[in-house]
């Protein structure tokens, strides 16, 4: 065995690396980065501690790979919710206000249904949730993989009913307070839970919740005459 390898099968390090990054996902989500050791990280996944700086270069490293898998797997949904929302915007200038609005309430709904209640995404909710109140060289790997390109969707959207420009304040406010209700339902699980009396959600109860979203629950898309704007 090399003296600097702690594992020398290949098949045995891409499985010590996977419990690795695991691990890492829910201890980074329920830790600050900071207050993280690499001998908890190695513990919690059973493994040396030399196998963080051997697969990963050390903490830091380890913290980025979970962003990335964070960024691709969420980005991968996100892309599929996403694309089902493309046809009508390539074709906004034919499409009703009524459709654009469905669209947009089935993109937030479907977003709540892929992450609210999810094990594994509510903890990437909470390492994205924290990289907003303390960045890191993380959140650009998060934001451009996952978070943009949702947010930009649900801008144009909204920006088609409000009839205003992609890029304006108004249509980037409006689109960051529908997803943040979504949001909502991560960051304040714990309150959500202790009044539910429960563990955890139930499937019937995500759907409740999705459903709300997507039949009205939600402020309404469409402008209201008169109201102010946020940009003036």
Known sequence: MHPTSPDTDSARGDQTRRRLLDTAVDIFADSAYDSVRTRTLADAAGVNQAAIPYYFGGKEGLYLAVAQRIAERLGGKIKALVELAEPLLDDAATASDEALELALRRLIANFARAIIGQPEPRASVAIILRE?????????????????????????????????????????????????????????????????????????????????????????????????????
């Open 132 to 232: 907003q109140q303390q960045p890191t060289k993380a959140f650009d790997l998060l934001y451009g993989q996952a978070m943009e390109p949702l947010h930009r969707a649900v801008t144009a959207l909204v920006a088609r009913l409000d009839k205003v420009d992609d890029d304006s304040a108004e249509a980037i406010l409006h689109a960051h307070a529908l997803l943040g209700q979504v949001l909502g339902f991560i960051a304040g699980q714990t309150t959500l839970l202790r009044r539910l009396g429960q563990q955890r959600l139930e499937s019937e109860q995500i759907e409740y919740v999705a459903r709300l979203l997507e039949n009205g629950g939600i402020t309404a898309a469409r402008r209201e005459p008169q109201r102010a704007r946020p940009c003036e």
